[in-house]
């Protein structure tokens, strides 16, 4: 089938045929004049060129047109995805296009789009088309559909991992700004890793499922593919909201204290429990990782992986599976055949599963999830491979069964345990079979800290050295608007407390780091934001009494000789934040406290009769100055 390209000015069109397609550059493209006509007649152009069996559909022109004409004649400006172009994958339902979930007799073509699409649809992006996927969303590996395995994108002889294979090699090959796709079992970040991309797999329930065809309904994920982490993080700020229309829906809750600016503590596998399946190379880029995130300020802690092992294995050993033959119960037992045979066999295995291995299965679930939900007392994240190896699509095809676990190693845990990832790429093989091929890692934490691990990813994916960071074959690396104000953790002073959960605290005295009272703001999971000055309108009080001498902080009017007073600021869960203002002794209270930069934060301020028998510290510039000439 043909699909003519829209038709656009040529100079046009040529102006646009270098950019890439990453959402900064795309909104300077747009600043400078460029149509959404233009931009989507490239994009097209683009996708037209497809030889890696990404696309089962691509919109047509006329197909197209109502998604252009409705954007044009607004401003660029008033839609947070104004002419973006993107994918989705064929699970997930588009609005009178087929979706076809990678099998032909099951196509359907629905009269609405899922709803995570329309609310992409909404924000002015414009979809290209719908992706190959390993059918039925059964599968790592990107082998297993009709239409043809799809093809790496750096190298075609190698699998371009799966289930979300078409939605990746769309966005790595730079036909596309992102994509859609879902993970159950790790089919949002095994083709990230194995195409250079972010794979976000979001906290279960953020983004809809509604209008997705289940694989395991109650631990599907959409997942966003990406150039780079702000763009997945304007992408999650479009797509998600509760959806009253989907039982598994919830809405985001607030992420806590954010560790994404350092110092932080990530958990690594111990060394036998990591697993490369003979890529020595990528054993050498996961130890490159480990390293670049201690630069980042990192403290690297080795955790026995073991029982998030056995939960993997809990996906498809276990009843799990049963939801997947739920999924299409009808369908394969009518149309048995139609199963692509590797899908079929996983998918009929879950026929025989009784109420009682669910019930058994759910019991050691819970048991495994406290060992695992342990690790977060000592570490703020983890850091693993996204998948130890990569194969060619031969190797596959001939052992599709033992080779795809192999890539589930380090991501079938995730939805059991109800974590965030976010897939990071890490660099390019050095040797071996898959010389140059792209290797990732992953960062997990707790349910809602997608926002931090997106802050952390863009730090280490930014980190890489310049000759290894190419995104999209090849373009310039580019810092991302979306994170970019978080690029100093001063910035996260005035972020809104409801929605990240904690409240920031300046210090100025026995509550600074390393002096007595600092365990009040340890003890309840605080964390440091920054050290910064406040605005030169405070006078510093040595007050009397103790044990623990404090000192009190009054805010003095212009020409009373205020100065500046070195300050910390410290992020406090909000649950524990009155506990730690009722220990504060008067004339100590909390108020508003102006910093240098002319931003204010509640911070620890002195009431003015509390200067009476103080000492006026001032001069000493602060009390770890004062603190320090005492004691000489």
Not at 240 to 263: E, I, K, Q, W
Request: hydrophobic fraction near 45%.
């Amino acid at each position: 089938m043909s699909h003519p390209v829209i038709a656009a000015d040529p100079s046009a069109a040529s102006d646009l045929s270098q950019l890439s397609f990453d959402l900064a550059s795309l909104r300077a493209a747009y600043q400078r004049g460029a149509t959404v006509r233009e931009v989507i007649a490239e994009a097209a152009r683009r996708c037209a060129l497809d030889a890696h069996n990404a696309f089962i559909h691509r919109l047509s022109e006329a197909e197209l047109e109502p998604h252009i004409a409705r954007l044009e004649g607004l401003d660029a400006s008033s839609l947070p995805l104004y002419g973006v172009p993107f994918a989705i994958k064929d699970n997930i339902d588009l609005a009178g296009v087929p979706t076809t979930a990678a099998c032909p007799q099951f196509a359907h073509t629905p009269e609405a789009s899922a709803t995570v699409v329309q609310r992409l649809l909404d924000a002015g992006a414009i979809p290209m088309g719908k992706t190959n996927l390993d059918q039925f969303a059964t599968g790592l590996n990107g082998t297993r559909s009709p239409y043809g395995a799809c093809a790496n994108a750096f190298d075609a002889d190698f699998v371009s991992g799966g289930s979300s294979s078409g939605s990746s090699v769309s966005v790595a090959r730079g036909w596309v700004s992102f994509s859609l796709g879902t993970d159950t079992a790790g089919s949002g970040r095994v083709p990230a890793a194995f195409n250079n991309l972010i794979g976000l797999k979001p906290t279960c329930g953020l983004l809809s499922t509604t209008g997705v065809v289940p694989a395991c309904r109650s631990l599907d994920t959409v997942n966003v593919f990406a150039l780079h982490a702000g763009d997945a993080h304007d992408v999650l700020q479009a797509a998600a909201a509760f959806d009253p229309t989907d039982a598994f829906s919830r809405p985001a809750a607030p992420h806590g204290v954010d560790f994404s600016g350092g110092p932080f503590r990530f958990g690594v596998p111990r060394e036998q429990d990591l697993a490369f399946f003979g890529n020595d190379a990528a054993r050498r880029l996961f130890e490159a990782s480990v390293q670049r995130a201690i630069a980042l300020g990192g403290a690297p802690v080795e955790i026995d992986f073991t029982p998030f092992l056995e939960t993997a294995r809990l996906l498809y050993e276990g009843p799990w599976v049963a939801e997947r033959y739920l999924a299409i119960r009808g369908f394969i037992e009518e149309q048995p055949d139609a199963v692509f045979p590797p899908v079929r066999t996983i998918i009929e295995a879950g026929r025989d599963k009784t109420a009682a291995d669910l019930f058994a299965a759910q019991y050691r679930l819970k048991a495994l999830k406290r060992v695992c939900d342990q690790v977060w007392q000592s570490v703020d994240c983890l850091l693993t491979p996204t998948a130890g190896t990569i194969y060619r699509i031969a190797e596959m095809q001939a052992d599709p069964i033992r080779l795809n676990s192999n890539l589930g190693h380090y991501t079938n845990h995730m939805n059991l345990l109800d974590y965030a990832a976010v897939a990071v790429p890490a660099g390019f093989l050095a040797d071996g079979d898959a010389a140059g091929l792209p290797f990732g890692v992953t960062l997990t934490a707790p349910a809602h800290k997608d926002t931090i691990l997106l802050r952390l990813a863009d730090r280490l994916h930014r980190s890489l050295s310049v000759d290894t960071a190419g995104y999209a074959l090849g373009a310039t690396t580019t810092t991302f608007s979306a994170l970019d104000q978080h690029g100093e953790p001063a910035a996260l002073l005035t972020e809104d407390p409801a929605r990240n959960g904690t409240i920031p605290v300046a210090v100025c005295g026995a509550h600074l780091s390393g002096l007595p009272l600092n365990p009040q703001l340890t003890s309840r999971g605080a964390r440091l934001l920054c050290a910064i000055d406040s605005a030169p309108r405070y006078k510093l009080y040595a007050l009397p009494g103790g044990p623990v001498a404090r000192p009190g902080m009054v805010r003095v009017s212009e020409g009373e000789g205020g100065q500046v007073i070195p300050l910390e600021v410290w992020s406090v869960p909000a649950e524990h934040f009155g506990s730690f203002v009722a220990g504060i002794p008067a004339p100590l209270g909390i108020g508003k406290v102006e910093l240098a930069d002319g931003r204010t934060v509640p911070g620890f301020i002195c009431e003015g009769i509390g200067t009476e028998g103080a000492t006026d510290i001032t001069r000493f510039g602060g009390w770890r100055n004062y603190l320090a000439a005492k004691s000489t």
